[in-house]
Structure formats: C-alpha cells, structure tokens
C-alpha cells in the first residue's frame, strides 16, 4: 500500500551534510588516505578490487574481531560490510581461528583430495535441497562461470539469459548489464545487452540475453524469441546488486515453470544469499527448486570459496570427456576446514536465528524512523542482510536504480562510518548482521540512524 507523499528532503541540508562529513572524514582517516595515495602508483585506481575504490579514498584496514573492525588510524567500527556479506560468522571466530592453525599445522595445499572436501560438500547436500551433487571452486565468479558451462554442455546450447541489474561476478558472459546507464539500457521489458567492460568479445554480447527481473511473462517472451537457442537462465532469486529487490508473490513459481516449458536450465546465482538468508538458503524460503545453484561468501567462513551444485544426473556430465572443470585451489584444506567448521559447528540453528532476529530488529527499528520522519525512503529485508532504499516506492526492477538518491546515500554512508557503523562502500549493497553481533551494536546502529534523520529532516 502506498503511504501519503513523502516529505521532500532539503538538497542544501544534504549537500550541508555531505561537506561536514567527508571533512570529518578525512580528519579521521589520514593514514588511509595516505596510503591509498601510494597505492596508486603499483595499484590502478590504489586498489586489488574496483568495488574497494571509493569516494572520497577506501577506507585500509588494520584488523578485524567479532563484528568490530579497525581502520589503520585505529578507528573502530562495527562492521555490518562483513567483507560483501562474506563473514555471516563474523571475524575470527575463536572456533574457526582454533581450527585453521590446526590445519595450517598440517598443511595449506595439497591439491589432492582430503576428506573435508566430502565432509563439506556432504553438509551442502544436507542444507541446499537443489543439490544432490557439489563441486567446489574458489570464488563467486568461477561458481557461476562452472555452472553456466556445465548448463551449456547439458542442454546443448550457447546462449544465456541473464536479469538486468544482477552482478555474477566478472567473468565475460556475465558482465553484462549489471549497471546499465538508462540511455544505453533499452526497453524495460526487453532490455538491451549493455557490457559493463570493454575487453569482453562481441560474441559474449550475442550469447548473453538480458532479461527484467519480477516479469516471467517478458521472460516468456524472450525465450519465445530464442526457441531452442537458451542453456539456462542465471539469477539471484532475490537481487542484491541493487540494495535488495525482493520476488513478487509468484514470481520465481513462473520462472521455474516457464524455463522448464522452455528445456531451459534455472540457476540460482546464491552467492549472497547462500546461508545468510535462511541456513538453506533462498530455496528454503520460496518453494522453487532451481536446476543448479552457486554458492560462494559467506559458506566459507570468511576463506575463498565458491561451490555450484545440482541433480547428479547435470553434475554427472563433469568427467574427462563432456565437462572440464578444474583448479590447483578447488577444495583445498584451508577453505575445506573453514567452511566445514563454520557449517558445522559455529551455523547452529540458534546462530541463525541469532542474526536473522537482530537484522530483523535492526529494519524495525529503521522503518520506524522512516514512518515517524514520513521519509522517501523504504526498508528491504531478507534474514540477516537489508537495506535503506533512499527511494519511497518499494523497488521491482533494476530501473529503480535510476530514483535511488545517490547523495542522500552517501550522506548517510559517511555519517554512520563517521559514528562507528561500517557499510559496504557503493550504495547497492546491503548490511549484513553476523553471529557475532551483539543486542549493543544493534541499538547503536539504529540510534546512528535516527540521528541522521533528524540532520537530514531538521
Ligand atoms: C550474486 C553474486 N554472484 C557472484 C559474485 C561474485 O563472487 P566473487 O566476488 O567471489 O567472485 C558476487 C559478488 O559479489 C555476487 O554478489
């Protein structure tokens, strides 16, 4: 239901706000900005990552425990970043930090089997019910790349569909239209294929067809278009490239039936979602079984990871002869260890619930302000990760990026790192609430909030 026409917020104020704080903020950060300078000249752009290269400098890190993290001027934060929602464990967790030196007593690589890797790929089965069978890899990116490969080679064809706005990670056939500028985007309901790096070949471009996102009839039509052309289509069930866009009522239900109609592969992309949404993911949540999955994140207890799994009668097809699917790290003990003690041992049922409840309370506690304020703005929310969208209607699509209010985002992102809450840097992102957190952070983290409420509204 929409609520009466917000408040319209004071561009002076926030632009008032952004000068205080980015001034603020580079008072406090010195050493950071320091060192992102020097950074500059072996790094390009000072960074490892692009996502880390953010205005006004990325904050460098000294050290992390629990849910706090310490800049290298000795700022402490609580971090609700947990590294892209990587660390549901929160950091150095004293089971985990036990369990990796044990293991790096014992070794860091063998490239050969262990038995962790069965152990592991075992509790995956038992967690995830699209999975029968698992392979792991190391990163989001080669999850999703695996798993794309693997659909291609079972179904026996090139093209791929892939939702506006989703990120996969930054291989070729997925970097496309994660961020598309509005110009370039195309009609909403069949958007263009917009590469979001050059150095990607032509061909990717053809092979990848975008599709909207909460519309399985536009999808319908799409694979209409391309009869007997399309492998698999590949999403996030729930989108969090762009703040957190939920499914309509029905939406993944359609999906599924429309890809089977189609003999098109479904691939939930549950990087982020993976544990942090519910232990089993967004399949125990919407009653829609995918053909394959990819997990990465937050599954290996803040060590590189990645993992993509499905029925054994697709996975069967990784062999010497159909699917190549290959890597010195895939499996090793480290990451094995890691995620296999997180899962296992620190992923209790009450763990969960632990952090699911806090984040919950965390968006209460935001819609509150919001509703009080009559703020243009809403809460999304899903388990343990959501965020503010700066914009009044609820999001359905990509396209609401184009409303979000990108200075009022940044206002807010640098006045709560000024108040000791860290977020992701970029505004598409979301908080994450860890094992770790505490009934204090929480209480802190809302009332930061309020304060800039009342700055951005007086
Ligand atoms: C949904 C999703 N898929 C894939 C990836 C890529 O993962 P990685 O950064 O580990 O390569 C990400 C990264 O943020 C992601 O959010």
Request: one cysteine or more.
């Amino acid at each position: 239901m929409l609520r009466e026409p917000p408040i319209t917020i004071n561009r002076t104020h926030v632009q008032e706000i952004v000068d205080r704080e980015e001034a603020q903020f580079r008072k406090r950060t010195p050493r950071s900005h320091q060192i992102h300078e020097r950074a500059k000249s072996s790094l390009p752009m000072g960074v490892s990552s692009s996502f880390q290269a953010v205005p006004p400098y990325p904050l460098f890190i000294s050290r992390a425990e629990g849910s706090q993290i310490w800049d290298l001027d000795g700022n402490q934060y609580t971090d609700f970043h947990l590294a892209f929602g990587s660390l549901l464990v929160g950091h150095s967790h004293p089971v985990l930090v036990e369990a990796l030196r044990d293991q790096l007593g014992k070794g860091s690589l063998y490239s050969l089997p262990c038995a962790d890797v069965v152990y592991l790929a075992e509790e995956l089965v038992r967690r995830f019910a699209p999975i029968e069978q698992v392979r792991f890899c190391n990163s989001g990116t080669e999850a999703t790349m695996d798993a794309l490969r693997l659909a291609r080679a079972h179904v026996g064809r090139e093209k791929i569909v892939k939702i506006e706005g989703s990120y996969h990670g930054h291989h070729d056939a997925v970097l496309m239209s994660t961020k598309p500028y509005l110009e370039d985007a195309g009609p909403i309901e069949r958007p263009n294929t917009v590469p979001a790096s050059k150095g990607i070949p032509s061909n990717f471009k053809t092979n990848t067809i975008i599709a909207p996102y909460n519309d399985a009839e536009a999808l319908d039509r799409i694979l209409t278009e391309h009869e007997g052309e399309v492998a698999a289509v590949i999403m996030e069930a729930v989108i969090m490239n762009v703040g957190v866009i939920l499914p309509l009522e029905g939406y993944l239900q359609s999906v599924r039936e429309v890809t089977r109609r189609h003999g098109v592969l479904l691939i939930f992309d549950e990087v982020k979602t993976g544990v942090t949404v519910a232990p089993g993911g967004v399949t125990e949540i919407y009653p829609v079984e995918p053909d394959l999955i990819c997990l990465a994140k937050s599954i290996g207890g803040g060590m590189p990871i990645g993992a993509f799994g499905g029925r054994e009668e697709i996975m069967r097809r990784i062999n010497h002869s159909e699917v190549l699917h290959l890597g010195t790290f895939n499996g090793n003990p480290m990451s094995m260890r890691a995620g296999l003690v997180t899962l296992t041992q620190i992923f209790t049922p009450e763990a969960h619930a632990h952090a699911n409840g806090l984040s919950q309370q965390l968006g209460k506690e935001y819609e509150a302000v919001i509703e009080e304020f009559d703020l243009p703005m809403h809460v999304a929310r899903i388990g343990a990760k959501g965020c503010a969208m700066f914009r009044y209607e609820r999001a359905r699509n990509y396209r609401a990026w184009f409303d979000i209010d990108m200075d009022v985002s940044y206002a807010y992102w640098l006045f709560l790192a000024n108040r000791g809450i860290l977020f992701p840097p970029g505004f598409d992102d979301q908080w994450t609430v860890s094992i770790q957190h505490t009934q204090d952070n929480i209480d802190h983290h809302a009332h930061v909030f309020q304060q800039f409420v009342r700055e951005l509204v007086r």
